[in-house]
């Protein structure tokens, strides 16, 4: 989203995959890392918790400042990044990434794909009431007996959209844990699931974002875009 707001809430931009175990990442994780190196110079293991099948735990990969990351398990691989220079740089970094990662493991077939952006929208309340509409149009149809001067919110919401899904998640949220400066969260996850096929990886991500922009454009109020636009100071 940042492609045209100086001022976008964007936290966080992810593509992944999944696809059936390939038992031969476990083994030959040190194949892939060899060739991200240069660029992914922090590796974190993942710690052993109970319960949990630790080849299914991904281990992550991230540059210097932590703005970058690649997680891959046995059966997932994920880009993230948190510095996001618009959709194309975005995109032909996630399909290099995946495409080599594909390649080395033999990886034919898919499960999902899936792109996320996480926002977090700085909140300011109005006598200790959460104004949804100053940054949203978004809002709910309910009886008098419940009052719309909603102090939280919380909503999760699945549409069907031609092949794909939308999974979009409103909320409250801390920006920083240091400051407690609350915001509200919008989360956009777009995915294809069945078997997508992985020639068509490219195809796949430049849906999910024509999807999810579009969702973001719609939700965005007036107010909000002319903050984000830099026409008012936050």
């Known amino acids: 989203m940042n492609d045209i707001y100086p001022n976008a809430p964007l936290d966080?931009?992810?593509?992944?995959?999944?696809?059936?175990?390939?038992?031969?990442i476990e083994c030959k994780r040190d194949e892939y890392y060899e060739k991200i190196r240069s660029n992914f110079s922090n590796i974190f293991v993942p710690p052993?918790?109970?319960?949990k099948s630790y080849s299914l735990q991904p281990y992550?990969?991230?540059?210097d400042d932590h703005s970058e990351i690649?997680?891959?398990?046995?059966?997932?691989f994920s880009y993230h990044t948190k510095k996001y220079a618009g959709f194309k740089?975005?995109?032909?970094?996630?399909?290099?990434?995946?495409?080599?990662?594909?390649q080395l493991y033999k990886i034919k077939f898919l499960k999902r794909t899936g792109l996320r952006?996480?926002?977090?929208?700085?909140?300011e309340r109005k006598n200790d009431t959460v104004p949804i509409h100053n940054y949203l149009k978004f809002g709910y149809i309910l009886p008098d007996s419940i009052p719309s001067n909603f102090e939280a919110l919380e909503t999760g919401l699945l549409s069907k959209i031609g092949d794909g899904k939308l999974r979009t998640a409103i909320g409250l949220a801390k920006l920083t844990k240091e400051t407690q400066v609350e915001a509200?969260?919008?989360?956009?996850?777009?995915?294809?699931?069945?078997n997508p096929e992985v020639s068509k990886l490219e195809l796949y991500i430049e849906n999910s974002h024509n999807y999810i922009k579009k969702a973001f454009e719609d939700i965005i109020s007036d107010e909000y875009r002319n903050i984000m636009q830099g026409e008012v100071k936050i």
């Open 12 to 24: 966080e931009a992810i593509f992944e995959i999944r696809f059936p175990a390939e038992l031969s």
């Open 48 to 51: 052993y918790e109970v319960g």
């Open 60 to 63: 992550s990969f991230r540059n």
């Open 70 to 76: 690649i997680n891959f398990s046995v059966n997932t």
């Open 89 to 102: 740089v975005f995109r032909n970094k996630a399909i290099e990434y995946l495409e080599l990662f594909c």
């Open 117 to 123: 952006y996480i926002n977090y929208i700085p909140l």
């Open 184 to 194: 509200i969260l919008l989360d956009f996850d777009f995915y294809f699931e069945g």
